[in-house]
Nanobody, 122 residues
Framework: VQLQASGGGLVQAGGSLRLSCAASGRVFSAYGMAWFRQAPGKEREFVAAIRWDSTASYADFVKGRFTISRDNAKNTVNLQMNSLSLEDTGVYYC?????????????????WGQGTQVTVSS
């Protein structure tokens, strides 16, 4: 399984970006997916997850601003990020869970993408 994240870039505070993660392999629809991020000098943290049945969950700091979605026909998971702030700067990683569930723990995920850089400027 390979995960390829894309869509990062430089955006002004208050702007939007849409990240995508393309997954190889079959039965993509059976697995949960998630986005994590790592800011400079900080530990990697959970951002959002989506179960096999498209039930989504979010970290409190992105609720109402970010939306995770999946397209099983294209084997992709997306993260629409609106109202970006300086604190959202970091490398964003997509991950695939070991099963259909998708929570906030690193241990739930056994495949990780290479990350895509998001930089929010003032």
């Amino acid at each position: 399984v390979q995960l390829q994240a894309s869509g990062g870039g430089l955006v002004q505070a208050g702007g939007s970006l849409r990240l995508s993660c393309a997954a190889s392999g079959r039965v993509f629809s059976a697995y949960g997916m998630a986005w994590f991020r790592q800011a400079p000098g900080k530990e990697r943290e959970f951002v959002a997850a989506i179960r096999w049945d498209s039930t989504a969950s979010y970290a409190d700091f992105v609720k109402g601003r970010f939306t995770i979605s999946r397209d099983n026909a294209k084997n992709t998971v997306n993260l629409q990020m609106n109202s970006l702030s300086l604190e959202d700067t970091g490398v964003y990683y997509c991950a695939r869970s070991r099963a259909g569930s998708a929570g906030s723990l690193f241990s739930e995920y056994n495949y990780w993408g290479q990350g895509t850089q998001v930089t929010v400027s003032s």
